[in-house]
């Protein structure tokens, strides 16, 4: 048990503020209920009693603070939103929160973990995403226009996440709305360590768990989910120890039930889940009506019954059917985006990402939207099982190298091809 002391007249507390928001609180908490619901056929949620009992003993410490509940636009606190907690079995290491309050974090993040500190510290960041609203957020700033009839449907008895979903914004599937700005991440750490020195329990330990994620990434691919989903908001350790200095004196506590090395050690040896959600090939052939994505130097069209995701900041685009675009990868589907370098350097990019990617056939000459390109055929691993084949386009730019890659599992791309030579032929450069 240690001591931290604050010296109030020196530091003040960090006061945030919510953005602009046009979901209620009420539709944040049916959002996360339907894409929960959603989320069951894509990650294996394990159940054990052991594990569950001691999260849940976690997060209602954690529930305690007043900084567990909603933050409104003037500072004060509403009620608590209905906090739920899942472990996904993932070896990767990532944690995860929808809106509304469900929580999800992965075996790999719990293996991770030091102490019971490190591991409240990650729920507790993933708390402050939902009370912070960070994801609702997101999408009012990037769908302001079309958001107010939406939700107005939504009221009628609609599926409100199906009714999102039709105008390409989604919470599930490796949506880019469940990954966060440094601005968001940096909240998400002022408020998560104000959760967890009200439970007891030293908030440095949440900073020491991002660090020590940050200096091993360059050595183990397993923390490059959570890093792609939490950028570093800066130096985490000085930033959070700044807002210690403002906290009144207690005594911190790095494990509270004296249970985390066994928990640790049970989840350590969980075994593959069997039984669980297998993952198959979007049924269902393509609509033979398109519409357009438009991007800030590019457009396209694709089948108007496809998804589309979008990155921050008109980064990577992810466009497919129901169940091609997954949590973590696309299965089935489109990938654009532009890279700061040549089809070589991409290629290897992609190979490291994939170490059982390799390109099958010699690179082809062609011509994509009047401008010269390259086309490249790979072979990787499918999620669905067996192989997938990655056909690569890539055209430079003058903002640099745009590519994108058609995907499909190998028995499926004959079928697939001639949409996907569709979507070719209708890119336009601005």
Do not use: C
Not at 48 to 63: F, H, M, S, T
Not at 168 to 188: H, P, Q, V
Not at 360 to 381: D, F, H, K, M
Not at 394 to 420: C, M, N, S, W
Request: aromatic share 8%.
């Amino acid at each position: 048990m240690g001591l931290v002391g604050g010296v109030p007249a020196v530091a003040q507390l960090r006061e945030l503020r919510p953005g602009f928001n046009l979901f209620t609180v009420a539709q944040d908490v049916q959002l996360g209920r339907e894409a929960s619901q959603e989320l069951a056929g894509e990650v294996s949620v394990e159940h054990n009693a052991q594990v569950d009992a001691y999260l849940a003993r976690i997060l209602g410490r954690l529930e305690k603070s007043r900084y567990a509940r909603t933050l409104d636009s003037d500072g004060s606190r509403d009620p608590l939103f209905p906090f739920s907690i899942h472990v996904v079995y993932d070896k990767r290491i990532n944690a995860f929160s929808l809106p509304g309050g469900p929580l999800f974090v992965n075996t790999g993040a719990i293996v991770a973990a030091d102490n019971e500190a490190q591991l409240a510290g990650v729920i507790a960041h993933e708390m402050s995403h939902v009370v912070l609203r960070h994801m609702t957020n997101q999408a009012t700033k990037r769908e302001f226009v079309a958001l107010p009839a939406v939700l107005a449907s939504a009221l009628t008895g609609n599926n409100l996440l199906g009714e999102l979903t039709r105008i390409g914004i989604g919470f599930t599937a490796n949506s880019a709305l469940l990954k966060f700005s440094r601005a968001d991440e940096a909240e998400a750490d002022y408020n998560g360590a104000e959760i967890m020195a009200d439970a007891g329990y030293n908030p440095i330990e949440m900073a020491r768990f991002f660090e020590k994620l940050e200096e091993q990434a360059g050595r183990a691919g397993a923390m490059e989910q959570f890093l792609s989903d939490h950028p570093n908001p800066g130096n985490r350790i000085a930033a959070i120890s700044d807002e210690v200095q403002a906290m009144p004196r207690r005594p911190y506590v790095d494990d509270e039930t004296g249970r985390f090395l066994h928990i640790r050690n049970v989840v350590r040896n969980f075994a593959a889940p069997v039984g669980a959600p297998s993952l198959s090939a979007p049924s269902g052939g393509p609509s033979k009506e398109y519409s357009v994505f438009e991007a800030r130097w590019y457009s396209l069209r694709y089948p108007e019954n496809w998804q589309v995701q979008r990155g921050e900041q008109g980064g990577i685009v992810t466009i497919g059917p129901r169940g091609g675009v997954l949590r973590d990868s696309v299965g089935y589907g489109i990938e654009a985006n532009y890279f700061a370098g040549d089809s070589d350097a991409l290629i290897r990019h992609l190979e490291e990402a994939s170490p059982d990617m390799r390109v099958t056939q010699e690179p082809r000459n062609i011509e994509v939207g009047g401008r010269s390109a390259v086309l490249n055929t790979l072979r990787s691993g499918s999620p669905y099982g067996g192989e997938e084949v990655d056909v690569l386009v890539t055209v430079d730019r003058p903002e640099g190298l745009f590519y994108l890659v058609f995907i499909a599992p190998k028995g499926e791309f004959e079928r697939a091809q001639p949409v996907f030579e569709d979507v070719l032929r209708s890119v336009r450069f601005r």
